[in-house]
């Protein structure tokens, strides 16, 4: 429930501008959703002007500052009760070097990574826009915890928008 309070507080204004909720209303997962893409798309041409004059990946912190969030999520999903249906198998150390990897090399740090595609790694997963959501209060938590300010955050949750339909099957 943290997680969809989390996601919810940051799409708030995207849902009441495209008149998707009102005050008071708790917003559905679809609403949250779609909360998100708009807040991305009205975001757009900031993110990419603070993108290009000091990428993303050095705004992070380069690798170890990527390592340390990479690191914090991975703890965040392992005891994230939506997630357990699949941890339990989970090799944490390898998941953070590939995450490591495909987040540096996505926010314009060097290009590391040679993992799976996104479909690939996600398809036996069966995620839910739900699950989207839980993910997402886990990274935007985690970016709390390790120190990083909204911009940072937004950012990042608009890379995660923009990969949604890549992970989710259901």
């Known amino acids: 429930m943290r997680k969809t309070i989390q996601i919810a507080a940051m799409v708030a204004v995207g849902l009441a501008s495209v008149g998707l909720a009102t005050a008071g209303d ?7 959703v779609a909360g998100l893409v708009e807040m991305c798309a009205a975001s757009e041409s900031a993110r990419v002007a603070r993108h290009e004059a000091n990428p993303l990946y050095s705004r992070l912190g380069g690798y170890d500052g990527v390592h340390a969030l990479t690191t914090e999520v991975v703890r965040l999903h392992s005891i994230n009760p939506d997630f357990a249906r699949f941890w339990g198998d989970i090799d944490e150390e390898a998941l953070i070097k ?3 990897d495909f ?3 996505g926010t314009g740090g ?3 990574y040679e993992g799976r595609d996104m ?3 996600h398809a036996h997963l069966e995620l839910s ?3 989207f959501l839980s993910a997402g209060g886990d990274v935007m938590a985690g970016m709390q915890n ?3 300010g909204e911009e940072e955050i937004q ?3 608009c890379i995660l928008v923009s990969m949604k339909d890549l992970v989710i099957t259901r």
């Not at 708790?26 to 949250?32: R, W």
Request: no cysteine; glycine share 8%.
């Open 110 to 112: 060097p290009k590391g």
């Open 146 to 148: 390790v120190g990083y």
């Open 119 to 121: 479909p690939t790694a």
């Open 155 to 157: 950012e990042f949750v």
């Open 129 to 131: 826009d739900a699950d």
């Open 103 to 105: 987040i540096a090399t």
């Open 98 to 100: 590939n995450l490591d």
């Open 26 to 32: 708790e917003p559905t997962v679809d609403e949250q």
